[in-house]
């Protein structure tokens, strides 16, 4: 328990610093470094998550509308609270878990172990700077601009695939969905993709520069933390996300309950 | 306990066996080699110097300044004029050679990067590389006389007043152990009022 009470001060401490540090993005090292976190996570995870993502929303709609045998304005609501709200952002972050997390945590803890991140000191580079403010500004934005992708893949391959299965066109359903739509959904999943983004980085981060250990073993270690305490996080950050939404609406249902 | 004026790089242990077993007191300027550092002696040193905070297992002097009295600001001022030198290089794997020379002045001063390059290229020529070849390469496409090398120059580039460097020939062929041993004049001749402070591990002499 103390060891978590540890780890959750230090990734919060981390957290501190980028905010406080974020004009060092300025500096030519530190662009570079945020240019080739952004490419890393984002545009070269494009190829995966556009199979992920047309996969997921296809699955979801054609499951639904076969059990519900839903409608046409059904069909659009569930896209647009499922895939827009929930299923898109969720689906970008699990990948940039599964991608950057882990390549994150393993860097910095070879980085750690073989005396790299010393040798920054050394110069009078605090490391925190160069490796940690990046990589967490560089995620939260790569996550933000894979989710925005998914929605578009997911939502896109949901209603195609829901003009074939009812008795709906494209049309109708991109008319619905525009009509139902709000500015306030893409606000709201770009809210929450900036703030899974933000927190895989600063956990990846924080766990790659405190390995459980200096040899080669504390490495997979690190990983494997950084993984499980971001898939944790993220979770938890969706529950007050849907809370803060859809709270007094919870609110309503456990009492009706009571 | 000796004035520390004068004294570019001093280090007494406290305890007398410990100071039987390894000091240090150089004057300041020209080109110093210590040699037959132990891996103990140089892991007490090394921190001791480079964090430059009070210590109680030794007395440290940097650059005349007793490091017992710096206060923050001093501490940085004094740091800033500080370098070391690893026997690696101690380059960043994933940056480039060339990053990894420009890393340092992109962050202590940006506007020096600009017109950076020619300077870099003589360097690295005066001492037998191809700047072409070498500084598209990341540390794991380098040979080791490479990365010292171009820890050396990103050091250079620093005009630092005191260089603590880990020996430059070593693991080097002869060759390339000939261009290593002139890094020290080349810093001189570059900072005549520096001082090239040299540690040389100690020999195996079993084999």
Redesign the interface.
């Known amino acids: 328990m103390i060891g978590f009470y540890r780890e959750l001060e230090g990734s919060m401490r981390l957290a501190g610093h980028v905010l406080r540090r974020f004009w060092v993005l300025k ?4 662009a ?1 470094e945020l240019a080739r976190q952004i490419y890393f996570t984002g545009a070269s995870a494009t190829a995966t998550i556009v199979i992920r993502g047309a996969l997921v929303g296809t699955l979801i709609i054609a499951y639904v509308i076969e059990v519900l045998n839903a409608d046409v304005e059904l069909a659009v609501r569930i896209l647009l609270w499922v895939v827009l709200r929930e299923i898109g952002p969720l689906i970008a972050a699990v990948l940039v878990i599964q991608r950057s997390g882990t390549a994150v945590a393993t ?1 910095l803890a ?2 750690k172990i ?3 991140v010393a ?7 605090d490391p925190q ?2 490796l940690v403010v990046p990589r967490v500004v560089g995620i939260a934005l790569a996550n933000t601009a894979l989710t925005v992708y998914v929605q578009f893949i997911a939502v896109g391959g949901g209603m195609l695939l829901s003009a074939l299965v009812i008795d709906a066109s494209l049309g109708e359903m991109a008319g619905s969905f525009f009509l139902l739509a709000s500015p306030l959904d893409l606000v709201y999943s770009i809210a929450k993709s900036l703030m899974f983004g933000a927190a895989i980085g600063v956990i990846a981060s924080y766990y790659g520069l405190n390995p459980p250990g200096s040899s080669i073993n504390a490495v997979p270690k690190a990983a494997i933390s950084a993984v499980t305490q971001a898939t944790l996080a993220v979770m938890l950050l969706n529950i007050l996300f849907a809370y803060l939404v859809y709270g007094s609406a919870l609110f309503g249902l456990f009492t009706a309950l009571q | 306990m000796s004035a520390t004026a004068g004294v570019v790089l001093g280090y007494e242990p406290f305890a007398e066996e410990e100071r039987s077993a390894g000091r240090l007191w150089i004057e300041a300027g020209g080109s110093h080699v210590v040699p037959a550092v132990s891996a103990a002696f140089k892991s007490a040193l090394l921190p001791a110097v ?1 964090e430059l905070r009070p210590r109680k297992d030794a007395r440290v002097v940097v650059l005349g300044a007793d490091t017992d009295a710096l206060s923050p600001r001093a501490r940085a001022t004094l ?2 004029q500080l ?2 030198l ?1 026997a690696d290089g ?5 940056l480039n050679a060339w ?1 990894n020379i ?3 002045l ?3 001063a ?1 506007a020096r ?1 600009r017109g950076l390059a020619p300077e870099v290229y003589a360097m690295l020529e005066q001492f037998g590389a191809e700047p072409r070849s070498l500084l598209g390469r990341l540390p794991e496409e380098m040979t080791l006389y490479e990365r010292k090398l171009a820890g050396y120059v ?1 050091m250079r580039l620093e005009k630092p007043r005191l260089v603590l460097a880990e020996d430059p020939g070593a693991g080097l062929g002869a060759a390339e152990r000939r261009w290593a041993a002139g890094f020290a004049a080349a810093y001189l001749a570059d900072c005549p009022e520096g001082t090239f402070v040299q540690l040389e591990d100690v020999q195996d002499e079993s084999g």
């Open positions: 500096l030519p090292p530190v570079e860097e070879l980085m073989s005396g790299e040798s920054l000191r050394h110069m009078r580079i700077d160069l | 480079l740091r800033a370098a070391f690893p101690g380059l960043i794997s994933h990053e420009a890393l340092p992109g962050f202590h940006p990067l990103r």
